[in-house]
């Protein structure tokens, strides 16, 4: 298959929630695109082998120069489409780094006490769950809700109040300067604001393993939503990862592959013992514990073939055919980005006090980045409210701080 176009063409599937967000990306941004869904156009599948290498990695996104994008984040496609990225102001009130729920939530409450409030998002406005398929224990949704739709609610309702969100834009550093805090952006802008709100959540962590980094989209994946209905009809697939988040997705994986074993480091299950019951019970998955990931190994084309196992008690190993492998070990913090200048703990996230207080004044973080936060979304938004809350009684401060400095008698 050829493309021929003056447009932008985005080369995806409806149930991609990456390919959802690069398409509303563009359309608010007003650029026109072509769209091609590779479910009802099943031939464009070969123009994205080719181009990916043999990967399937999806969207790819064609441009009419002939140059092209695979999965790119929105901060590359704003670079790609010359977009400007600078905020109206320069100095805030608040400013949140992070559009996640716990970054959207906290500018509400800021936004609704009459504060200025600046959001700098690196990729787009709902973190990870705007590209989680389906939500079904955040309160007020009996029936579930789409992950998009519900970060899309918390975009919507924090515009309404006049929050400022830049989005494509990533934070390349803060520091404290007296009662403000200096952020500096990827761009190259320096913004100030009397407080400002860590939420840049986590990541996924990968495994490591010989291997993993050129498979990446090629049979190794980190979002079985994103991605699992590739392997519709596949004999065998891999989930790395015995918590809850490995457990739920290979259940979700059962419905494609015929198969499903479930690869965990340590000697049992993490996940909550329904999640076990049901994994246990399930006629189409096989758990194997104390079992470590050596290496993943390719096929001629260029495709994950097979996943080299090791037995930690006996020290064997074996060859895993599998068609894709699915990694859910766990996160890593967002906090490359401070560059040592906020405290972080062992494993990278956040330390903070009770008042969601770093230890730089005026500088709070709350959400999947903080340290001893539950990583579950209905507590990342009482967080980012809490945290708000926080905000508020540090701007009084400031506020009765300026006033004695200013009064006739002082």
Same mark, same amino acid.
């Given at each position: =298959?050829?493309?021929?176009?003056?447009?932008?063409?985005?080369?995806?599937?409806?149930?991609?929630?990456?390919?959802?967000?690069?398409?509303?990306?563009?359309?608010?941004?007003?650029?026109? !695109?072509?769209?091609?869904?590779?479910?009802?156009?099943?031939?464009?599948?070969?123009?994205?082998?080719?181009?990916?290498?043999?990967?399937?990695?999806?969207?790819?996104?064609?441009?009419?120069?002939?140059?092209?994008?695979?999965?790119?984040?929105?901060?590359?496609?704003?670079?790609?489409?010359?977009?400007?990225?600078?905020?109206?102001?320069?100095?805030?009130?608040?400013?949140?780094?992070?559009?996640?729920?716990?970054?959207?939530?906290?500018?509400?409450?800021?936004?609704?006490?009459?504060?200025?409030?600046?959001?700098?998002?690196?990729?787009?406005?709902?973190?990870?769950?705007?590209?989680?398929? *389906?939500?079904?224990?955040?309160?007020?949704?009996?029936?579930?809700?789409?992950?998009?739709?519900?970060?899309?609610? =918390? *975009? @919507?309702?924090?515009?309404?109040?006049?929050?400022?969100?830049?989005?494509?834009?990533?934070?390349?550093?803060?520091?404290?300067?007296?009662?403000?805090?200096?952020?500096?952006?990827?761009?190259?802008?320096?913004?100030?604001? @009397?407080?400002?709100?860590?939420?840049?959540?986590?990541?996924?962590?990968?495994?490591?393993?010989?291997?993993?980094?050129?498979?990446?989209?090629?049979?190794?994946?980190?979002?079985?939503?994103?991605?699992?209905?590739?392997?519709?009809?596949?004999?065998?697939?891999?989930?790395?990862?015995?918590?809850?988040?490995?457990?739920?997705?290979?259940?979700?994986?059962?419905?494609?592959?015929?198969?499903?074993?479930?690869?965990?480091?340590?000697?049992?299950?993490?996940?909550?013992?329904?999640?076990?019951?049901?994994?246990?019970?399930?006629?189409? =998955?096989?758990?194997?514990?104390?079992?470590?990931?050596?290496?993943?190994?390719?096929?001629?084309?260029?495709?994950?073939?097979?996943?080299?196992?090791?037995?930690?008690?006996?020290?064997?190993?074996?060859?895993?055919?599998?068609?894709?492998?699915?990694?859910?070990?766990?996160?890593?913090?967002?906090?490359?980005?401070?560059?040592?200048?906020?405290?972080?703990?062992?494993?990278?996230?956040?330390?903070?006090?009770?008042?969601?207080?770093?230890?730089?004044?005026?500088?709070?973080?709350?959400?999947?980045?903080?340290?001893?936060?539950?990583?579950?979304?209905?507590?990342?938004?009482?967080?980012?409210?809490?945290?708000?809350?926080?905000? @508020? !009684?540090?701007?009084?401060?400031?506020?009765?701080?300026?006033?004695?400095?200013?009064?006739?008698?002082?």
């Amino acid at each position: =298959m050829e493309l021929v176009s003056d447009h932008i063409t985005v080369i995806g599937a409806s149930w991609c929630p990456d390919c959802r967000r690069a398409k509303e990306f563009l359309g608010q941004q007003r650029v026109a !695109y072509d769209w091609i869904d590779l479910e009802a156009h099943p031939e464009a599948t070969e123009l994205v082998e080719r181009i990916n290498g043999g990967s399937r990695s999806i969207p790819t996104i064609i441009f009419p120069d002939g140059s092209h994008l695979v999965e790119p984040g929105n901060d590359e496609l704003a670079e790609k489409l010359g977009l400007s990225r600078s905020a109206k102001s320069e100095c805030y009130d608040v400013i949140i780094v992070g559009g996640g729920p716990t970054g959207l939530t906290a500018s509400i409450y800021a936004a609704r006490e009459n504060q200025s409030v600046l959001i700098v998002e690196k990729s787009a406005p709902g973190g990870q769950a705007g590209v989680t398929e *389906r939500l079904d224990n955040y309160p007020g949704f009996p029936d579930g809700v789409a992950g998009h739709e519900l970060a899309d609610r =918390m *975009r @919507r309702q924090a515009e309404r109040y006049g929050v400022e969100i830049l989005q494509a834009v990533a934070v390349s550093g803060l520091k404290s300067d007296g009662d403000w805090v200096v952020v500096t952006t990827a761009t190259g802008e320096i913004y100030r604001a @009397r407080a400002v709100l860590i939420a840049t959540g986590s990541v996924y962590r990968r495994t490591g393993a010989d291997g993993e980094s050129d498979l990446i989209g090629a049979g190794i994946h980190f979002c079985a939503t994103c991605d699992g209905p590739f392997y519709r009809g596949a004999e065998e697939v891999l989930v790395i990862g015995g918590g809850n988040s490995g457990l739920e997705e290979g259940l979700f994986l059962t419905q494609f592959a015929d198969h499903v074993t479930v690869v965990e480091y340590s000697e049992m299950l993490k996940g909550s013992r329904l999640l076990q019951d049901k994994v246990n019970a399930h006629p189409k =998955m096989t758990v194997a514990t104390n079992t470590k990931v050596v290496r993943f190994n390719a096929s001629d084309g260029g495709k994950l073939d097979h996943v080299e196992l090791e037995d930690r008690v006996s020290g064997g190993r074996r060859k895993h055919p599998a068609a894709g492998a699915f990694v859910f070990i766990g996160l890593d913090p967002n906090t490359a980005f401070l560059n040592g200048e906020v405290e972080l703990d062992d494993y990278g996230f956040v330390v903070s006090d009770e008042q969601f207080r770093t230890n730089v004044p005026g500088v709070f973080v709350a959400g999947d980045v903080r340290r001893g936060s539950t990583k579950q979304l209905a507590s990342a938004v009482g967080e980012g409210a809490a945290a708000s809350i926080q905000i @508020r !009684y540090h701007l009084d401060k400031l506020a009765a701080k300026e006033e004695v400095a200013l009064s006739p008698s002082s």
